[in-house]
T-cell receptor
Framework: DTEVTQTPKHLVMGMTNKKSLKCEQHMGHRAMYWYKQKAKKPPELMFVYSYEKLSINESVPSRFSPECPNSSLLNLHLHALQPEDSALYLC????????????FGPGTRLLVL | SQQGEEDPQALSIQEGENATMNCSYKTSINNLQWYRQNSGRGLVHLILIRSNEREKHSGRLRVTLDTSKKSSSLLITASRAADTASYFCAHLNNAGNMLTFGGGTRLMVKP
């Protein structure tokens, strides 16, 4: 299995809602990442987990809360988002943090109303 | 910002022609990678070139790296309509803990 899966594919939420994005990989990768991508822009790193521990938080607002329950799963909990948070959220994984290439999931397209 | 620059931002060519995309970056790097993204989808890793390498080939792809100029290029030969996508370079910093993407080149290959 050389795939990173993400659910849901699309999500519409209001500014008062709480929702979660999920990411899963079964390649034995020990580093997992969340990126945010706006239209016609490159992905921007949000969080990095290495061996299930948060190793990088790129000054992301607290309304985004990552969680890594085990080595195969990565969640992104969303609460009280703003319309400007609407974007494509991409999950990626790599064998370890750094050096190797990253495998990306198809993304969750999020719309905040 | 440590984000790299890519040029051109958009490129339109006919099927069969070659496409060249350039990438520049600002910091010291461990390696440089190229990714492809179809519209609104996830990124697919194409090729990785290490800082001590100058050129690398993979099928119809040829990547060069000039660390003295902090620049890289991606050449796609004999392009096909299916090559239509956005192409991003990404560099890993020397600490090995961050991958930073360039602005991307949107390539359109007309049949």
């Amino acid at each position: 299995d050389t795939e990173v899966t993400q659910t849901p594919k699309h999500l519409v939420m209001g500014m008062t809602n709480k929702k979660s994005l999920k990411c899963e990989q079964h390649m034995g990768h020990r580093a997992m990442y969340w990126y945010k991508q706006k239209a016609k822009k490159p992905p921007e790193l949000m969080f990095v987990y290495s061996y299930e521990k948060l190793s990088i938080n790129e000054s992301v607002p607290s309304r985004f809360s990552p969680e890594c329950p085990n080595s195969s799963l990565l969640n992104l909990h969303l609460h009280a988002l703003q319309p400007e948070d609407s974007a494509l959220y991409l999950c990626a994984s790599s064998l370890g943090q750094g050096l190797q290439s990253q495998y990306f999931g198809p993304g969750t397209r999020l719309l905040v109303l | 910002s440590q984000q790299g620059e890519e040029d051109p931002q958009a490129l339109s060519i006919q099927e069969g022609e070659n496409a060249t995309m350039n990438c520049s970056y600002k910091t010291s790097i461990n390696n440089l990678q190229w990714y492809r993204q179809n519209s609104g989808r996830g990124l697919v890793h194409l090729i990785l070139i290490r800082s001590n390498e100058r050129e690398k080939h993979s099928g119809r792809l040829r990547v060069t790296l000039d660390t003295s100029k902090k620049s890289s290029s991606l050449l796609i030969t004999a392009s096909r309509a299916a090559d239509t996508a956005s192409y991003f370079c990404a560099h890993l910093n020397n600490a090995g803990n961050m991958l930073t993407f360039g602005g991307g080149t949107r390539l359109m290959v007309k049949p």
